[in-house]
């Protein structure tokens, strides 16, 4: 007895007009638009989903003389046609925008330290390395694992993860920040922190970093009350536009708001910079340690690192 044939071997799939089709019907709940949308005449819309239904043997849409609506395996099955569309255009937009011996190089980092530091770093890189096109990725973590294919991470942490190797960037020197305005109404003291100016100041906070401010005034000896008090954002870039329009004050990372700092939108509140324990690291798999393209990138940015601090 032969053996039985795998059922996807001989079933023909959907082709990707009529995913395109049923997407856009399902999306705009009507034939006719999805036509205008897709440049076909509404006749051809409504075959091409017919015939995929025909095909799945399941109806995608109730239809009525006036409108169309998904059945429950229609809204099932758009999710994943979404998703599949979605795929093929990336991968078809990523294979189209590389010449055909450029090394694709995934870089992942924090949204915040993503679009204020390293964006600027990789300013003209790929007009010294033509050859490698880059894919950055803005990620909150984790950023090597199953679900994120990267090849190296800009990373806040000890240096150590498993399976990696990291080169240190720089230490963390966080800095309390406000704008101009918010600095003349509420601190008075010219002679570093007053207890009175705190009690009118309103202390942002990043979630991830519910103690910073505690640790902040701990470090230089300060007790106050209050310091988990304010409001209170996910990410450094909402903090600092916060800052930016009067909230309060906030604790960031000066190598953030470098630029707000020169231009006077932004103010030092107090003149202590607290140290972080932790640093900035790039990390890649131990897999690239030998990688051309992953090579470049360190030295790119190690020799933006020289180019900054020297001015």
Known sequence: MSEPKNILSYRKYPSTTALQCFETAARLLSFTSAAQELYMTQSA??????????????????????RIS?????KRYYLDVVNILSQIETATTSLMSHVDNAELLRIAAHPTFCARWLIPALAGFNEEYPLIGLNISEQVGPFFSEDYDVDIAFLYGDGVWSGMESVKLFDEYCIAVCSPEYYKKHIKSVDGIDHKDLAECSLLHLNSRSSAWYDYF??????????????????????ISAALM???????PRLLVMPEISSGKLVQAWDYADKAQ?????AYPLTLGNS????????WIFEYLDRINTN
């Open 45 to 66: 819309v409504s075959k091409q989903v017919a015939q995929l239904e025909e095909m799945l043997n399941i109806s995608l849409f109730y239809r009525t003389s006036q």
């Open 70 to 74: 998904l059945t429950p395996a229609g």
């Open 218 to 239: 701990k470090q230089q000896k300060i007790n106050i009350d209050g310091t988990f008090i304010g409001p209170r954002f996910d990410t450094f870039h909402a903090c």
């Open 246 to 252: 009067g909230y309060g004050i906030a604790l960031v």
């Open 278 to 282: 932790s640093s900035y690291y790039i």
């Open 292 to 299: 051309h393209k992953v090579r470049a990138v360190i030295k």
